[in-house]
């Protein structure tokens, strides 16, 4: 059966089975439902998150109607519910589950505060959960991996991975606490900050991230693949090692995808990848109203 192994910072998965792969849901409960229910219609599968689980925008219906082009269609942020939701997932299923860490998630833990919808998006999510839940989500957080390995050749990253040199030693000791985020964001300063904020990756970078990664890795890494960065058609196909994966922040509804991968196959490039994609609403027509997924919200929680 397909499950999970962690070492510190790093996490490989291992079948036979299918590795069900979601990216950015930023607060959205209905996409995470939904991929929890993919994950859950297979027996052996696992399930990884890339990153990004909480923070959504908090606008209205009205407010957010103008942006549609750049947020995707509507949905109340829902990060408390999200993180309880999430929390049950991973105990009910404790090896089949990972989410790499996000920049979203990292300030949290000690990372540079995320501005991108409120002025303290961290605060904002932590004002609406218990004194023991904001214990808990600190904790559960700095238990994410951050870079995920797998036996099918494709390793996974938050945002696009770096050339810098790393071990296991390199990552286990880096503190995610940020002193000085000026300092921690020059490049070559922070591992981790280079792995949460890069946005594009050429060949020879992500190549030479191949080579420090498959030193410690049993199966050989050919090709990786980050969220982060939203692509308009739900994924782009960087170059020949470089795929990234958007399911849902900032998507439309049909253009929202999730990878499928066999981890007894093998994957050697982005084109392989590309085949894996999956819609995530496959019954969706082509344009829809971002008030017709308002006006159905209730429903689908219904039947979730
Ligand atoms: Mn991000």
Redesign the pocket.
């Known amino acids: 059966m397909a499950r999970f192994r962690q070492e510190g910072r790093i996490a490989w998965v291992e079948g036979p089975g299918d590795l069900i792969v979601v990216s ?1 849901l930023h607060g959205n409960l209905r996409d995470f439902l939904r991929a929890v229910q993919i994950f859950e219609s297979k027996s052996d599968a696992c399930l990884l998150f890339l ?2 689980l909480y923070h959504g925008p908090y606008l209205s219906p009205t407010d957010w109607a103008p942006h549609v082009d750049k947020l995707g269609d509507f949905y109340y942020d829902q990060s408390p519910g999200l993180f309880r939701a999430f929390l049950h997932l991973r105990s009910k299923y404790p090896n089949r589950v990972r989410a790499i860490l ?3 998630e990292h300030a949290h833990i000690g990372g540079p505060r ?1 501005a991108k919808f409120t002025p303290d998006e961290a605060a904002s999510f932590e004002s609406s959960l218990t004194y023991a839940e904001r214990v808990k989500l600190a904790r559960d957080i700095d238990a994410w991996p951050w870079i995920v390995a797998s036996q099918c050749g494709v390793a996974f990253t ?2 696009s991975p770096p050339p810098t040199a790393f071990d296991q030693d390199k990552l286990n000791n880096e503190s995610p606490v940020v002193q000085n985020p000026q300092v921690w964001a020059q490049p070559g300063n922070a591992l981790l900050s280079e792995l ?2 890069r946005r594009f990756s050429p060949p020879h970078d992500v190549n030479t991230f191949l080579g420090h990664l498959n030193h410690m890795s049993e199966h050989a890494q050919s090709v990786v693949t980050y ?3 939203p692509s308009p058609d739900g994924y782009q196909v960087q170059h020949a090692t470089l795929f990234n994966l958007s399911t849902s922040f900032a998507m439309k509804r049909d253009k929202k995808v999730y990878l499928s991968l066999a981890l007894d196959s093998r994957y050697e490039t982005s084109f392989d990848v590309e085949e894996q994609i999956v819609p995530l609403y496959p019954d969706v027509e082509r344009t829809i109203d971002p008030f017709d997924v308002f006006d159905d919200f209730d429903d689908t929680l219904d039947e979730a």
Do not use: F, I, Q
């Open positions: 950015d990153g990004d996000g920049n979203h995320v938050h945002g949460l904020w969220g982060h960065e």
